[in-house]
C-alpha cells in the first residue's frame, strides 16, 4: 500500500533541479516563450514559487513510498486568494515503478491531504503531449477547464 510523508530536503535538491529541466522542456514542446529562456523563466518561476524552498507556506511536498521504498513525488500547494482551489504542481512516480497504479494511489493521497485540511476544489495542468497522465486524471473524475490548441504549420 502507498503511504505518504513530508519530503526530505535531501530528497527536495535531489528533485527540484531535474523538475526543473522537466517544466523547461514541457514549456518548450507546448510552444510557449522563447525556447533559449525557457530554463531561466522556469527558475523565476519557481523562485517565486517556492521562496523559502521546502519551508514554503502553503506548499506541501510529500514522497511516497511502498513497503518502505520511495516510488514517487507529489507537490500540491494550498488554495490562495488568487487561486480558490489547490493545485498540483507535480506528481511523479518514479521511472521504474510506473503502471502499478501508484500515481493513482499518490493522486488519491493528494485528495484525502486536502480534505483533511477543508479543501474542497483540487486543480492541475497537464499537457497534451501527456496522454497517460491525462487518462490517470480523467479516470479520477477531473475535468477540462481549459484548452490550448497548436498547430504545426508546414
Ligand atoms: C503520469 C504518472 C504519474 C502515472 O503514474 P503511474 O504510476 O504509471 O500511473 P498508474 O499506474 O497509477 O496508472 C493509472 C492509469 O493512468 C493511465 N496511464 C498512466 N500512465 C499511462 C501511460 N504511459 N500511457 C497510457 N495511460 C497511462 C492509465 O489509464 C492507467 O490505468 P491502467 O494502468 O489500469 O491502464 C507517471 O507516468 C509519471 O510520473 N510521469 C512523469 C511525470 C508526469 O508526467 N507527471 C504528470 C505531470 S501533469
Do not use: C
Not at 37 to 59: I, K, M, N, S, Y
Request: charged content about 25%.
Amino acid at each position: 500500500m502507498l503511504t505518504i510523508r513530508p519530503l526530505s530536503q535531501a530528497e527536495y535538491d535531489a528533485r527540484i533541479p531535474a523538475l526543473k529541466a522537466e517544466y523547461a522542456a514541457d514549456e518548450v514542446r507546448a510552444g510557449r516563450g522563447a525556447p533559449q529562456d525557457a530554463l531561466a523563466r522556469v527558475e523565476q518561476q519557481f523562485a517565486a514559487l517556492l521562496p523559502d524552498g521546502l519551508a514554503t507556506e502553503g506548499q506541501l511536498m510529500f514522497a511516497g513510498e511502498v513497503d518502505g521504498e520511495v516510488v514517487g513525488f507529489l507537490w500540491i500547494a494550498l488554495p490562495t486568494a488568487d487561486r480558490p482551489q489547490a493545485w498540483i504542481y507535480e506528481i511523479q512516480v518514479d521511472e521504474a515503478h510506473r503502471r502499478r497504479g501508484h500515481g493513482r494511489a499518490l493522486m488519491l493521497a493528494a485528495e484525502d491531504e486536502l480534505r483533511a485540511r477543508g479543501v474542497t476544489r483540487l486543480g492541475l495542468n497537464v499537457f497534451g503531449h501527456n496522454p497517460g497522465a491525462r487518462q490517470l486524471y480523467e479516470s479520477l473524475g477531473f475535468e477540462t477547464t481549459s484548452q490550448q490548441m497548436s498547430k504545426a504549420l508546414e
